[in-house]
């Protein structure tokens, strides 16, 4: 059974927000404060970040444009390097979107756990019950169909975005100077104070690349994808842009560094003890949108695997009746089930997360050279400028943050050439057991 377009353009930009707008808004602007260690070099990271990610943008909506399928990020690195290039690249994408998931939801949990858990467990025990929950309780949602779900997300996005809105009013309701709180500088140069700061940057903007990946549910690919991420991504940096000014001008950026739960911290000074723990709830229902879409869309690169034959025949059986991937949703919530077990904590994920991450997106963003060499003459489709800037400057920005995760962590190359290393030998195990080696 194949996919059917069943999503609507507004069903894809909400897509887009959710993937890139999970928990990290409400986290990662404290660990960018730690290390960037000056209030300077931390907006400077934010709006790097933000140019940085539009010209990510630009490229990948050039590239759903020429190349639109189900699970379009592997089907692209497929047709323009090799199957097994493209393997290799998801496999590493698929365990660093699980620790995302895994992340996030952690995030989450961390919100609701002091209105909901008993003081006993307060702790990283009672934090996994509430994540492994909310994933469950979303796996169901899912399991309803891809109609059914994208309702949901659409109701959650526009109440994250209504929600970051409202957190953003203090500055204006909140009349004093803000708190001259003691803050901690960076000890080290400040070309790795910087390039350190991106790395939860980076992490906290990315996910807009997986919109291509719904390429077989929305019509008229070739318009719709580029125009949702327009318009998401233009919603994700106008958002995240006024939420870090919020959080600097109202808590000061000492107390930016020294805070994690800042959103429940901004509705403590809206409305006092009783907002902290309302917030708490709400930024609890809110991570459920980022995880949510993920199940939504990952699955769809197991379809476009399956295709092609370097996975089972089951993960591309499609239920007609809720275009649901039964089997391959269940794999992937499994996995992040999984992860949340032997995960310690949400910057033990962090580096390993955002290496896999830019390697990846490295690799697909430089398809936009090949796709364009091989100009097939289509019309009408959109086409970044100016080129190769745009790509070029997405590229080298992420190899960048790449150096700095190696130099700060280098264990986190050795993991990723160990997981790569075991995407090729899983590649070539899955063609000799199905015989059915896919064409370049």
Known sequence: MSIKP???RFDLTMIVVSLVIGMGIFRTPADVAIKAGSEWVFYGAWIFGGVVSLCGALTFAEIGARYPHAGGFYKTLSHCYHPSVA???EWVLAISNIASVAAVAMIGA??????????SLQNDTGIKITTITSVLVLYVVNYLGIKTSARLQNALTLFKIGMIILLCMAVFVHDAPPPVATYKPYEGSLISAFGLSLIPVFFTYTGYALTINMGGDIAQPQRNIPRSIFT???IVLALYLAANFAYCRVLGFGGVQQTDVLAARMAQVLFGSVGYKVTSILMFLSVLAYVNVYIM?????????????VLPPIFRRVNPRTQV???GITVFVAAILVTLFFADSFGSL???????NTTGLILGASAIFVLRKRDDGQEGIYKVRPYPIVPLIFIAAYAYVTICIVADDPAASYVYGAAFAIGLAIYYLCIRIWGNKPQS
């Open 350 to 356: 962090l580096n390993y997360t955002m290496f896999f």
């Open 297 to 309: 869309s990952n699955p769809r690169v197991y379809y476009a695997m399956a295709e092609d034959g």
């Open 232 to 234: 998401g991504i233009g």
């Open 325 to 327: 991937q039964e089997f």
């Open 6 to 8: 069943l999503l609507s």
């Open 110 to 119: 961390g919100y609701i756990n002091p209105v909901l858990m008993p003081d």
């Open 87 to 89: 393997f290799m690249a």
